[in-house]
Antibody, heavy 119, light 107 residues
């Protein structure tokens, strides 16, 4: 069974940093592009960042503050989030692309990890 | 960036009704369109990709159509378990923007 398990969320002050991780199992992790999406409380889904094996992509709202990376030897996806803002408060999901392309539908989702930015 | 607009934002329908949700892209995206279902408190689930290709395991009462800028998700006969928020998403290029969601309830 394909699974994704996020970790690393928590409460952080504005301007602080967090690193989220997403451990993958049940599929050949290095073959697929991966994505981070988020959902603010009571709001809709927002695409945040994606990584293939060659390229990284970011939403304008996080560009310059978030860095996505992956370790295929550990089957793990990461996002380093710096200079966090109150508006970054959300449930952060990692999701698997259907293919090697970052531009594809997402067929496996983790349960999410909550990030709260507040003073 | 291309914007995705869903309509309606919410709707209420009866069991057995035919339900249609619309998604409009601000520019043409060919058929690079996915639909997701998110039940309350649950993780999003991919229902349809390439505008009309049903994901394996998704009930056949769900269907998708459209190309270019206008797309629809149809539920042919609404069931109680279909209560959810439905999102479209474009993926022709980054950012892979989601629509704002359509909340579907039972009347």
């Amino acid at each position: 069974e394909m699974q994704l398990l996020e970790s690393g969320g928590g409460l952080v002050q504005p301007g602080g940093s967090l690193r989220l991780s997403c451990a993958a199992s049940g599929f050949s992790f290095g073959t697929y592009a991966m994505t981070w999406a988020r959902q603010a409380p009571g709001k809709g889904l927002e695409w945040v960042s994606a990584i293939s094996n060659d390229n990284t992509y970011y939403a304008d709202s996080v560009k310059g503050r978030f860095t996505i990376s992956r370790d295929n030897s550990k089957n793990t996806l990461y996002v380093q989030m710096n200079n966090l803002r109150v508006e970054d408060t959300a449930l952060y999901y990692c999701a698997k692309s259907q293919s090697f392309a970052a531009t594809d539908g997402f067929d496996v989702w983790g349960q999410g990890t909550m990030v709260t930015v507040s003073s | 960036d291309i914007q995705m607009t869903q309509s309606p934002s919410s709707l209420s329908a009866s069991i057995g009704d035919r339900v249609t949700i619309t998604c409009r892209a601000s520019q043409g995206i060919s058929n690079y369109l996915a639909w997701y279902q998110q039940k309350p408190g649950k993780v999003p689930r991919l229902l349809i990709h390439a505008a009309s290709t049903l994901k394996s395991g998704v009930p056949s009462r769900f269907s998708g159509s459209g190309s270019g800028t206008d797309f629809t998700l149809t539920i042919s006969s609404l069931q109680p378990e279909d209560v959810a928020t439905y999102y479209c998403q474009k993926y022709n290029s980054v950012p892979c923007t989601f629509g704002q969601g359509t909340k579907l309830e039972i009347k």
